[in-house]
């Protein structure tokens, strides 16, 4: 891996399966290992504009989040339905919600922090 930050969700692969009783597979799904400044900026503008916005429903604030993570920061490797329909809503584990995971990755973006969490599976890996 190289020496750029990276940031990572976890899917449920086997949603369907889970639902009957399988154990869930993970995939971790990384984001993409050059992130410009350009979509940092972008990052940066889209908290301000979506994240303390009042006027807008909370539909809209994940819609245009995950709009811009599935294409920016992960590049196409995950879409909107997956986001929707395999990140699991109350959390992983004992970890945070679906929405945390998703403001964590979009602060990445925006400032290169990564979650405590990335830190220390990379960590393990070296």
Same mark, same amino acid.
């Given at each position: ?6 940031? *990572?969700? $976890? ?9 009957? %009783? @399988?154990?869930?597979? &993970?995939? *971790? =799904?990384?984001? &993409? ?5 350009? =979509? ?8 301000? @504009?979506?994240?303390?916005?009042? $006027?807008? #429903?909370?539909?809209? *604030?994940?819609?245009?989040? &995950?709009?811009?993570? #599935?294409?920016?920061? /992960? ?8 986001? !929707? ?10 970890? =945070?919600?679906?929405? $945390? ?5 979009? !602060? /990445?973006?925006?400032? %290169? ?5 990335? *830190?220390? /599976?990379?960590? %393990?890996?070296?």
């Amino acid at each position: 891996m190289s020496k750029l930050k990276r940031e *990572k969700i $976890e899917l449920i692969k086997n949603p369907e399966g889970v639902n009957k %009783g @399988d154990e869930p597979e &993970i995939e *971790k =799904v990384w984001t &993409i290992p050059f992130i410009s400044f350009g =979509v940092s900026r972008e990052a940066v503008s889209l908290v301000n @504009d979506v994240l303390g916005n009042k $006027e807008l #429903s909370d539909d809209d *604030k994940n819609d245009r989040i &995950i709009d811009f993570l #599935s294409e920016k920061a /992960f590049g196409g490797k995950i879409t909107k339905d997956d986001i !929707y329909n395999r990140l699991p809503g109350p959390g992983l584990n004992g970890n =945070v919600s679906a929405q $945390e995971v998703l403001e964590d990755v979009l !602060y /990445f973006v925006a400032s %290169g922090q990564q979650t405590d969490d990335t *830190k220390n /599976f990379l960590a %393990g890996k070296k």
